[in-house]
C-alpha cells in the first residue's frame, strides 16, 4: 500500500512538473512592438496615439494556450501622438491626468486558441483607475527560434481591437472626435533570460 501511494505522489509530481515545464515567460520587446489607438477627427481625418515603451508579459503555454497569462503596462508619459503640443494636451488633467495617474494597464482574463494561427484575447484595461473589459483578435506571426538572437525564443503577434475612450474619463469632444478607438498593436516577444 505504501508504494501505491509513493507512486501515486511521484506521478502527480511528475505532471505537475511537466505542466509547469511546458510554460514559457515571454518579455515584450520594446523596440520591435507598436501599440497605437486611431480615431476619426471630426470626419476629416484619422488621427492616431502611439503607446511607446510599454512593458509586457507572456506567460505561453504551449500544451494548453487557453491558459496563458498576458500582463501589460503603458507608461502614459511616454504617449506620443507626433505633435509636441497634442501630447501636452494628451498628458493633462482634462485627458489621461498622467500626473494622478501615470500608467495604463492590461491583464488577460481569457484567451482563446480558434485556430492554429488566431486567437482572441480578452482581458481587463485599466485608464484612471477604470477597469473594463476590452477583446483582441491576434494572429500568431511566428513562434520558434529568433533569426538574430542566439538561443532566443521568441514570439510575434498582431492584434485589432477596440475601445470607447469616454468609458475611462477620456471623452471630450465626442462624437465630433470619435468616441470608438481602435487598437492596432504589433508585437515581439522574446523568452525571459
Known amino acids: 500500500m ?7 505522489m511521484t506521478a502527480a509530481y511528475i505532471a505537475s512538473a511537466s505542466t509547469v515545464s511546458a510554460q514559457t515567460v515571454y518579455v515584450m520587446d ?22 511607446t515603451s510599454a512593458e509586457g508579459e507572456l506567460v505561453f503555454d504551449e500544451s494548453t494556450p487557453e491558459n496563458s ?7 502614459l508619459d511616454k504617449l506620443e501622438s507626433l505633435s509636441s503640443l497634442f501630447n501636452e494636451h494628451l498628458r493633462s488633467d482634462q485627458w489621461f491626468d498622467i500626473k494622478k495617474y501615470p500608467t495604463a ?17 480578452t482581458g481587463e484595461l485599466t485608464i484612471k483607475n477604470v477597469s473594463k473589459p476590452v477583446t483582441l483578435d491576434v494572429k500568431l ?26 468609458d ?9 472626435v470619435s468616441d470608438t478607438i481602435k487598437l492596432d498593436i ?3 516577444f522574446n523568452k525571459k533570460r
Open 2 to 8: 505504501a508504494k501505491f501511494y509513493l507512486g501515486l
Open 30 to 51: 520594446k523596440t520591435h512592438s507598436t501599440v497605437r489607438g486611431c480615431w476619426s477627427h471630426f470626419g476629416v481625418t484619422s488621427q492616431c496615439v502611439y503607446f
Open 69 to 75: 497569462k498576458l500582463t501589460i503596462t503603458f507608461p
Open 105 to 121: 494597464t492590461f491583464a488577460s482574463t481569457k484567451v482563446e486558441k480558434l485556430s492554429s494561427e488566431t486567437g482572441r484575447i
Open 141 to 166: 506571426n511566428f513562434s520558434g527560434m529568433h533569426p538574430y538572437i542566439a538561443n532566443g525564443l521568441s514570439m510575434g503577434f498582431d492584434a485589432k481591437g477596440e475601445v470607447k475612450r469616454s
Open 168 to 176: 475611462f474619463g477620456v471623452g471630450a469632444f465626442a462624437p465630433a
Open 186 to 188: 504589433q508585437t515581439e
